[in-house]
């Protein structure tokens, strides 16, 4: 990419995002305006995607909400984007979980959860 | 002062604003662009400067573009040349340098560039004619159809759309706003796309239609 694009857009880069990917269950907070006050939502589900890259990645968030699949799109480094928490660590092979949106029930939420990490703080404790 | 630069399209990305909203912007190169000849209505019949941008290798330039540039102070001859044209007598010297500061923030802007080539093109990409239907032996795919009646009139009216060369043509994007002017590297970002590939050379001017708010607050 172009440098002098890449040093226009640095400094709106986040440098420290929590590092997630695709699989892993995670809650996002974001700013939201109402008005003139300003509150944090919680927007909880499966990132089924994390495309481009710089300023303009982003990823895509899937929940089932009340019986309903639903997916929100966040730019990476949005400012209303507070944090990122990871719940619960992937250990998907793919890119892309689209098959998800195929699915219902249990099987729609149902990605390999890693396991080793659990292991390994057994055995360290 | 004028309010017209030379420059080159760099490239289009994304930026958040004050409001943290994602704008798409294309950036500009702008300037400095050089003084290299003023035109009065004593000298030449109309108010005019000519600006210069960029320069060429001396070995590349004519020897009288290079005795023109020296006339200017310059010690390279500009590789690019254009003449923004005024209603009144021209206040700036040749020699004079104009940068991206004649541009302020959330102003209005017309970007002027070649379009990118797209070489012989049939009516469906060059004009949206909606072609046939693709399938069930329709055998009239992406033709152009019928250009004309009878025999009244017994000719093809102007402008019917026909295949042909597509792009490499002179576009103005009108009332881009400026977002964003960063000064010590020349460059400009305005809201959404101007014509050309990265690289090409552009004419940024100060909008004529629509200035907006922006404008009015200047005035």
């Known amino acids: 990419m172009n440098q002098i694009i890449n040093d226009i857009t640095a400094a709106q880069v986040k440098k420290d995002i929590t590092p997630f990917k695709v699989g892993d269950g995670v809650r996002v907070h974001t700013k939201v305006r109402e008005g003139d006050k300003e509150r944090v939502q919680i927007y909880s589900g499966i990132v089924i995607a994390r495309k481009g890259h710089g300023i303009q990645e982003s990823f895509t968030v899937r929940r089932i909400s009340y019986g309903e699949g639903v997916e929100r799109v966040f730019p990476v480094n949005s400012p209303n984007i507070e944090k990122i928490e990871v719940e619960r660590e992937s250990e998907n092979m793919k890119a892309r979980l689209y098959y998800l949106r195929d699915r219902t029930g249990k099987a729609a939420v149902a990605v390999k959860e890693r396991e080793n990490r659990t292991q390994e703080t057994a055995a360290a404790s | ?219």
């Open chain 2, 1 to 219: 002062m004028i309010s017209s630069l030379l420059g080159k399209k760099i490239g289009m990305t994304q930026v958040y604003d004050a409001q943290n909203v994602l704008v798409p912007v294309t950036v500009v190169e702008a300037g400095p662009c050089s003084v290299v000849q003023v035109k009065t209505v004593e000298t030449d019949g109309y108010n005019a400067v000519q600006i210069g941008f960029s320069t060429k290798k001396t070995k590349n330039a004519s020897k009288a573009e290079l005795a023109h540039a020296k006339k200017a102070g310059l010690d390279n001859a500009p590789r690019v040349l254009g003449e923004v044209r005024l209603t009144a007598a021209p206040t700036l010297k040749v020699g004079d340098v104009v940068t991206v500061t004649a541009f302020t923030e959330g102003e209005f802007v017309d970007v002027i560039g070649v379009s990118k080539g797209k070489g012989f093109q049939g009516v469906v990409k060059r004009f949206r004619v909606a072609g046939g239907p693709a399938a069930h032996g329709s055998m009239f795919h992406r033709r152009i159809g019928s250009i004309g009646m009878r025999q009244t009139p017994g000719r093809t009216w102007k402008n019917q759309s026909m295949p042909g060369h597509m792009g490499s043509e002179r576009r103005t994007m009108q009332n881009l706003r400026v977002v964003k002017i960063i000064a010590d590297k020349n460059l400009i970002l305005v809201k959404g796309s101007i014509p050309g590939a990265n690289g090409d050379d552009i004419l940024v001017r100060s909008a004529i239609k629509g200035q907006g708010p922006a404008k009015a607050a200047k005035a």
